[in-house]
């Protein structure tokens, strides 16, 4: 084991559901290994600010279930310039901080490892971020919970879709990444799954359309709002030039995906992964992203975590299943 006596955490960039159950782990962590924790307000800016605040097991009782996060997040302009990680790094020192775990996606992992870089400061990470679009953990905190919530909010539209005889086109997050298109695409049974991997064909699109069965009552296309075609309007827009018969609406579920109660699944994999970031900084370990691989516990290099995944990531298995179900 280290010397590390004083370990902060840190929420970065957008909130994700799970969030307060990594917090609530590295804290209990801290607890159990006789390590002072301290929590951080907002993220990198709160870092540079010196907005530190004493954290124990009371103050992290009861937020397992809480979504967003109670240590607030925010994007730090200043951060990402030379004398901004220069206070960061004096706020640490003068507050006696011997390592940091940060929670969030791929910007916060970047400015992370710039910052080791700089001063050689001890940083694990964990991945908070509904996309799902890290590198290095089957799954990332937050995915459950959003897939999950759009899935029921699909359900729901899809009553209305029935009753009017409508086609709905749903638009989800995933500015770079549509793994939450794909699943609650499959999870809704949607006639057509738009992502940003995949090259979108409108003709293919129409033709989907044109040769669907007659007798369906409703309709469901799943639009990822990094799609080529411009987002759900776009392809609302195209489609009724096509289709000027069709009863056609258009739901954009916008920031409902990011809140919420955490499921089960993201309550536990922040509650491990929060566990193993205390463990890792105590055994040595920096620079890494903690996640879970076929159920174990991994380490995987900020470098390596912060590359998106592209089509080749997405199994063609997935885009044949997308394919043979939407009849």
């Given amino acids: 084991m280290s010397k590390i006596k004083n370990i902060a955490v840190l929420t970065s960039g957008g909130d994700a559901p799970g969030m ?12 159990y290994y006789k390590i002072t924790a301290k929590g951080v307000l907002r993220g990198y800016e709160g870092l540079i600010n010196g907005d530190f605040v004493d954290m124990d097991n ?22 990402r310039t030379k004398e901004g990680r220069k206070k960061a790094h004096q706020q640490l020192l003068d507050h006696k901080i011997d390592a940091l775990v940060v929670i969030g996606g791929d910007g916060t992992f ?14 694990i990470g964990l991945p908070g971020t509904i996309d799902n679009d ?12 959003a ?9 729901k539209i899809r009553d209305t879709a029935e009753s009017h005889d409508r086609l709905f086109i749903v638009e989800v997050m995933g500015r770079d990444s549509g793994l939450i298109a794909l699943k609650s695409g499959l999870g809704v049974g949607a006639e057509s799954i738009l992502i940003p991997e995949k090259k979108t064909d409108v003709d293919e699109l129409v033709k989907k359309l044109e040769s669907g069965r007659k007798d369906k009552t409703s309709r469901i296309i799943i639009v990822a709002e990094g799609d080529e ?8 827009e195209l489609l009724k030039a096509k289709f000027p018969t069709y009863d056609i609406k258009v739901s954009v579920l916008g920031h409902i995906q990011r809140g919420g109660k955490p499921s089960c699944m993201d309550r536990v ?17 920096s620079a890494v992203m903690a996640g879970v691989i076929n159920r174990d516990v991994v380490f995987t290099p900020f470098t390596q975590a912060i590359k998106h995944l592209n089509v080749d990531d997405i199994s063609p298995a997935w885009l044949k299943l997308v394919e043979v179900l939407a009849q």
Avoid: H, M, W
């Fill in 269 to 285: 994999l922040a509650s491990r992964l929060g566990v193993a970031a205390v463990e890792g900084l105590l055994e040595g370990k």
């Fill in 20 to 31: 307060n159950a990594g917090i609530r782990a590295v804290v209990r962590a801290c607890a």
């Fill in 229 to 236: 075609a411009g987002g759900a309007f776009n392809v609302g």
């Fill in 147 to 155: 897939i999950n919530t759009v899935v029921d909010a699909v359900d």
């Fill in 58 to 79: 009371q103050s992290v009782a009861n937020i397992i279930q809480r979504g967003g996060t109670i240590l607030k997040t925010a994007r730090s302009v200043e951060f």
């Fill in 110 to 123: 970047t400015g992370a490892n710039i910052f080791i870089e700089e001063f050689n400061f001890p940083i």
């Fill in 134 to 145: 890290l590198a290095g953990t089957d799954f990332t905190i937050g995915y459950d919970t």
